[in-house]
């Protein structure tokens, strides 16, 4: 007797459960949660407040409620923090849990946690280029390593490598904690200053929301003017307003040092297919930034001028690539799995 039908059944049974999938973007403050329901296709974001539930599964469990309590095989779940093992204690968050316990009581067959730029590096991979605005630089190179680095709330870094059978492999780094190399001397007295507040200056002190805060205070009490409580959105609407010439050149310093730390990302990983900014913040001064001191800084290498000038920078503009990343490496895992 054939058994055919039978292994029919349980391919079709299969199938039916692996769409939807469970994909988020967890942040200290927010929940990102969608389905993807066909490869790239998300629908039904929502966006809850972490401090609102307990924990995790009680965040996931009613998001998927909201959503008429779909069948879910297969979870992928972008998060700020390392992942470095089974066990994940949020930084800026109370959720602390077990992936393995999670996993069992959502019912899951397979469930991924990643870093949440490492995701917003493989969104990459899959981004519409109606999503990416270039600032400078020719083309890129095929089959080269991409540099992807964004300021938000803190810096975030991470690469994509190539692989042979044309995907990429997302680095999972801490590169926005490395030491802040000041280029000229209005940055050396902005990076003893904070020094003198913190001890050791990262990238990421600078490269912020809160960094544009820290150089706006530095140049302030450099000119003998007391500095305003202002937020790092206040700093941007003065300086692109010409209301105040101090937070104008805030502005223009922090573009600066962007510059230096993307170019030192793409010498690093040798990044001739482009380097990308993501994060909360570029996207809402394009015009400014194109005409920032951003792309000279970033081209000011000495003998690597050339090389540098070469690179394109791009600007994304997607609206969830934690999201879309997440659905990326949930796909690969279960690629490898098969």
Not at 106 to 111: A, T
Not at 297 to 313: M, S
Request: proline share 6%; with cysteine; aromatic share 8%.
């Amino acid at each position: 007797m054939s058994t055919t039908p039978a292994k029919n059944q349980e391919t079709q049974k299969k199938e039916i459960v692996a769409w939807p999938r469970l994909v988020a973007d967890i942040g200290g403050t927010n929940a990102r949660f969608a389905l993807e329901t066909a490869p790239q296709k998300i629908e039904h974001v929502d966006v809850l407040p972490g401090n609102d539930y307990d924990t995790i599964v009680d965040a996931i469990k009613e998001y998927l409620n909201r959503v008429g309590n779909p069948k879910i095989s297969y979870a992928a779940i972008a998060i700020a923090n390392p992942i470095v093992g089974d066990w994940v204690q949020m930084t800026n968050h109370h959720w602390a849990f077990s992936i393995e316990t999670t996993r069992q009581s959502l019912g899951l067959e397979k469930l991924i946690l990643l870093n949440d730029f490492t995701a917003q590096a493989l969104a990459i991979t899959k981004m519409d280029p109606k999503d990416l605005v270039q600032i400078g630089g020719m083309q890129p190179v095929e089959n080269t390593p991409k540099a992807v680095l964004g300021p938000g709330t803190g810096l975030g870094v991470s690469g994509l490598i190539p692989n042979d059978n044309g995907t990429y492999t997302a680095l999972a780094g801490e590169g926005g904690h490395v030491s802040f190399p000041p280029f000229d001397d209005a940055e050396v007295m902005i990076w003893q200053y904070a020094k003198k507040k913190y001890g050791h200056v990262s990238a990421e002190r600078f490269l912020s929301g809160a960094g544009l805060t820290l150089i706006y205070e530095a140049l302030a009490t450099k000119e003998g003017v007391k500095p305003q409580k202002l937020t790092p959105a206040e700093i941007s609407e003065r300086a692109l307003s010409g209301s105040s010439p101090l937070c104008r050149l805030t502005l223009d310093i922090f573009c600066a040092m962007l510059g230096t730390i993307s170019s030192n990302l793409a010498l690093t990983l040798g990044a001739r297919g482009g380097v990308y900014l993501c994060g909360g913040i570029i996207p809402r001064f394009i015009d400014y930034f194109r005409h920032s001191p951003f792309r000279n800084r970033f081209e000011n290498k000495g003998r690597f001028d050339a090389y540098l000038a070469a690179i394109p920078v791009y600007i994304v503009l997607a609206e969830h690539p934690g999201i879309s990343g997440a659905a990326v490496a949930l796909d690969n895992a279960l690629i490898d799995k098969k």
